[in-house]
């Protein structure tokens, strides 16, 4: 199955696991391309999310990082043509940590998705408490896996190629294959 990654804000760094999986020998990723990574305008990841799933096909799955996360839900309450979408560390857009240049996020629409959804969360991430990140995997109508205290899941939180992340997504993309 084809994956597309849509990073967070400024994208993944070089030892961010998306970057990592998309350098993994067998795995068919890709990353979506924004506008611009630092400047992130709702508008512009929601058609650059719609230009690569159009571009890949239906049987991609879309596996998205924290402000990431809010365009491809968005998107997938709207009937978005791919396989199944795995949120991991989606931020809370009412929570103190959240970022004022991605503002323009928080009037993105949560609806249930209407493709296969994992919600995928950190028990102690700055960005996103236990209790929002449940409310939103039931929002969006995602199955939800909390890992426990790994902070925001990403590369400060020193995952690498993060084979536990890889294997519950493979697990999921194996439950939804035709």
Same mark, same amino acid.
């Given at each position: ?17 998306? &970057? ?12 979506? &391309? ?5 400047? %992130? ?20 799955? *879309?596996?998205?990082? &924290?402000?990431?996360?809010?365009? +491809? ?11 199944? *979408? +795995?949120?991991? #560390?989606? /931020?809370?857009?009412?929570?103190? #940590?959240? /970022? %004022? ?14 493709? %296969?959804?994992?919600?995928?969360? &950190?028990?102690?991430? /700055?960005?996103?408490?236990?209790? +929002? ?5 039931? $929002? ?8 426990? /205290? ?13 084979? $536990? ?14």
């Amino acid at each position: 199955m084809k994956i597309l990654t849509v990073p967070g804000i400024d994208g993944s760094g070089p030892g961010h696991w998306q &970057s990592l999986w998309e350098q993994r020998e067998g795995a068919d990723c890709t990353r979506f &391309s924004p506008s611009s990574w630092s400047q %992130p305008q709702a508008g512009n990841w929601l058609e650059a999310v719609n230009r690569e799933v159009q571009h890949l096909g239906s049987e991609v799955l *879309i596996v998205a990082h &924290s402000l990431g996360c809010l365009p +491809v839900a968005h998107l997938a309450g709207q009937e978005l043509a791919c396989r199944g *979408i +795995v949120l991991v #560390a989606p /931020p809370d857009v009412h929570g103190p #940590a959240f /970022p %004022p240049v991605a503002l323009g996020f928080a009037d993105l629409a949560a609806a249930p998705s209407t493709v %296969p959804a994992l919600v995928i969360s &950190s028990s102690n991430d /700055p960005y996103c408490t236990p209790t +929002v990140a449940t409310q939103l995997a039931v $929002r969006w109508g995602a199955e939800h896996v909390d890992l426990g /205290p790994y902070g925001h899941l990403n590369e400060s939180a020193g995952l690498g190629q993060w084979d $536990r992340g890889w294997n519950v997504i493979q697990d999921f993309a194996g439950q939804i294959a035709l």
